[in-house]
């Protein structure tokens, strides 16, 4: 095995055989995740799913009750914690890789493996969490289906892993990109829960997009790549919420196009990033 | 003929100073505009840089120059020189921390660096836990853990605590099972740096003595550290590291006498100023510390004698007047204290010149320095340095079997009696 070490290697070489060699510590962080936050709790991983719960019955009571925002024949509860499930899963990758240089700067400035593993670990630490949020979602679906409500689930349905699949690509392409800008400009931490919180509500989450009726404002929502993710996922189980494909189309542009450039940005920041700190 | 395990090749680096992390938006326009219209940004603008030739500038500093050396496949290097000469840069470079300005290394083999035991280790996870982590993060499999998980264990010494968390650890366990992981490293080629300074006397020992069977084991290693004992220990061969370049290269032991002849500090010399001094009836003019063969020297082998000289200017100095001496060490603690009344002669002849020799064996590695004063006693006082003449001595393997940094202040040769027999 010879190493070359040497100045401006180029942006686009991403060595995929080294990332694989390192497999094991992409779990063992994975694991480390999804243990260490928890110990010393009671509740332990049930937060997991407390934290969703609470937004959606907060949302329930604020936007359904109080603002009663129409959201057609589908139970709020359903609506809202179906948008949550995408949206936390999106935004719980975008939050982990947004962090994974500075926050592990102690590690990174000692020893060298494939700085990706960071934010890839992220996204299956995230999976988890997705994967019970996703049980629970699906224990009040069936629920309020049992009790008759207007559900209509459909073959978009069988569109899910892959919407889950963009989910994940869009998280870490924006958090590629948040976590290289933030080597340099700092303030980005601090923007950034606020950005997510603003770009939630820019998602079709708490209201449906078909009640965005004005065209440029559509075009807006549109172009907000989750708006997409969102819809189909919501269509998928309820039979509402619209299947605009040219939306689909334009979110799966902009997924792309944030994880190439993102992970270019990031293999070139990484490899100096350490000389800032 | 194999080719070198490691080979360095006009290895340059180079820090931005001052303007890290503050790059303006302003500045990123004004570049983005200059290569819109393709003109190159840094001259432009009046900045240097980019270059492949190291220029030293103002808002640059290269704290690696040009560096050529090669590890040959087996062989242990040592890589000595002062704070600042970039050995911690080269070694970062080299375990990929952070890439080079200019210049190429080129490395035959598996690497593991070891720049801080306990790399990764989280407070909240297990010992096991953490063992697993830390070997992954250094580049083994978790399989490979899984092997060694016992010997590593037991070498750490720490089995019982193994399912403990690790922030319920003393600093002492911690250190002694992160040391354990990377000792059970196996690349074929280590860089390693100064991790032996952790830990307790009997640990370290245990840590050296692995280090030498790794290197007898036929590893490649590169090895950095301050303890020039553990390096003579070591490593055969080594490079002296000044300024960022490579200044010598050699058998370990010349070149640690080279590094320590050719440290001679302003510290180790005080020079009194004449003009501040007029109305004074005496003062000293001049103290320096020096070698055997009356050389300026800061840093001393222990089996070295060390000598001060200390050169009076006297006027009206009554008799009584008594020139004195004391050895302090790092800590600022007097040691001991040695005097000298002057004589007649001396006080007539205005200027005069001693020299105070030290027994050589006498000082225990470590920094000191003397206080030295020009008085008579209870009465007064005329001249009056706190602390200068600094010097150190430097570990280079005793006899005295010590193994840690903290030697106490002397070296003093005991008889042993076994009084069982």
């Given at each position: 095995m010879v190493t070359e070490i040497r100045a401006g290697?180029?942006?686009?070489?991403?060595n995929v055989r080294e990332l694989f060699e390192y497999r094991d510590l992409l779990m063992l962080l994975v694991k480390r995740d999804l243990t260490a936050?928890?110990?010393?709790?009671?509740l332990g991983p049930l937060w997991f799913i407390i934290q969703p719960l609470v937004t959606t019955v907060v949302f329930t009571v604020i936007?359904?009750?109080?603002?009663?925002?129409d959201v057609g024949e589908v139970p709020h509860f359903v609506f809202y914690m179906s948008g949550l499930v995408f949206w936390n899963y999106f935004a719980g990758i975008l939050n982990h890789g947004a962090g994974s240089l500075i926050s592990n700067s102690n590690v990174l400035s000692k020893v060298y493996f494939p700085r990706l593993i960071i934010p890839l670990s992220g996204v299956i630490t995230q999976l988890a969490h997705l994967a019970l949020n996703f049980v629970t979602f699906l224990g009040f679906y069936a629920w309020y289906f049992w009790q008759g409500a207007d559900l209509q689930p459909n073959?978009?349905?069988?569109f899910l892993p892959v919407l889950v699949l963009q989910c994940a690509l869009m998280g870490l392409g924006f958090g590629l990109w948040v976590s290289s800008l933030t080597i340099k400009y700092r303030d980005l931490k601090f923007a950034l829960p606020f950005m997510i919180q603003l770009w939630m509500y820019a998602?079709?989450?708490?209201?449906?997009?078909?009640?965005?009726?004005t065209p440029l404002y559509r075009k807006i929502l549109w172009l907000n790549p989750m708006t997409a993710v969102v819809e189909f996922g919501r269509h998928g189980f309820?039979?509402?919420?619209?299947?605009y494909l040219g939306g689909l189309a334009l979110s799966w542009g902009v997924t792309l196009f944030m994880l190439v450039s993102g992970l270019m940005l990031f293999n070139r920041i990484q490899r100096t990033f350490v000389d800032t700190l | 003929m194999s080719e070198p395990a490691i080979r360095v090749e006009g290895l340059s680096k180079c820090y931005r100073l001052g303007a890290i992390g503050r790059h303006t938006l302003v500045d990123e326009v004004q570049h983005l505009w200059c290569k819109l219209r393709g003109r190159d940004s840094n001259a432009y603008l009046g900045k240097v840089g980019g270059g492949s030739v190291p220029v030293q500038t103002?808002?640059?500093?290269?704290?690696?120059?040009?560096v050529n050396f090669e590890v040959r496949t087996g062989e242990v290097l040592g890589v000595i020189g002062g704070n600042g000469a970039g050995k911690s840069t080269l070694l970062k470079i080299l375990s990929r921390i952070t890439e080079p300005t200019s210049g190429k290394a080129t490395i035959r083999g598996r690497v593991g660096s070891l720049l801080?035991?306990?790399?990764?280790?989280?407070?909240?996870?297990?010992g096991r836990e953490n063992v697993f982590m830390n070997g992954t993060i250094l580049g083994m499999r978790k399989r490979e853990v899984a092997l060694k998980f016992d010997e590593i264990v037991a070498f750490s010494g720490i089995e019982k605590f193994i399912?403990?968390?690790?922030?319920?650890?003393s600093s002492g366990m911690y250190v002694r099972l992160a040391f354990a992981v990377a000792a059970h490293l196996d690349p074929e080629i280590m860089i390693v740096d100064?991790?032996?300074?952790?830990?307790?006397a009997e640990f370290q020992k245990r840590c050296l003595g692995k280090m030498s069977q790794v290197a007898k084991e036929g590893r490649t290693v590169l090895f950095v550290s301050h303890q020039m004992s553990a390096v003579s220990e070591l490593c055969d061969r080594s490079i002296l590291m000044q300024k960022g370049s490579v200044h010598a290269e050699g058998p370990t032991d010349e070149l640690i006498k080279g590094y320590l002849e050719s440290n001679t500090d302003h510290a180790s010399f005080y020079r009194a100023n004449p003009e501040e001094k007029?109305?004074?009836?005496?003062?000293?003019a001049q103290a320096m510390v020096l070698d055997a063969n009356q050389e300026r020297r800061s840093k001393f082998d222990y089996k070295e004698g060390v000598s001060v000289e200390i050169r009076l200017e006297l006027r009206e100095i009554p008799i009584g007047t008594v020139v004195g001496a004391s050895l302090k060490d790092a800590m600022d603690r007097r040691l001991f204290t040695t005097q000298h009344p002057l004589s007649e002669e001396e006080r007539r002849a205005g200027r005069v010149s001693f020299l105070v020799r030290l027994p050589e064996k006498l000082l225990a590695p470590g920094g000191f320095s003397f206080q030295i004063a020009l008085h008579l006693p209870r009465?007064?006082?005329?001249d009056y340095l706190h602390s200068v003449c600094h010097f150190e001595i430097v570990?280079?393997?005793?006899?005295?079997?010590?193994?840690?940094?903290?030697?106490?202040?002397f070296l003093v040769d005991c008889a042993w009696r076994n009084l069982s027999e």
């Open positions: 290697q180029a942006w686009w070489k991403i936050v928890y110990k010393q709790t009671i936007f359904g009750t109080v603002a009663q925002i073959r978009w349905l069988l998602t079709p989450i708490v209201y449906p997009a078909a009640l965005v009726v309820t039979g509402q919420g619209s299947v | 103002d808002k640059e500093f290269w704290a690696l120059k040009d801080e035991v306990g790399t990764g280790f989280h407070p909240e996870l297990t399912d403990t968390p690790v922030k319920r650890y100064e991790v032996l300074a952790v830990g307790d007029l109305d004074q009836q005496g003062y000293i009465v007064k006082m005329y570990d280079t393997g005793s006899e005295f079997s010590y193994s840690k940094d903290d030697y106490g202040s």
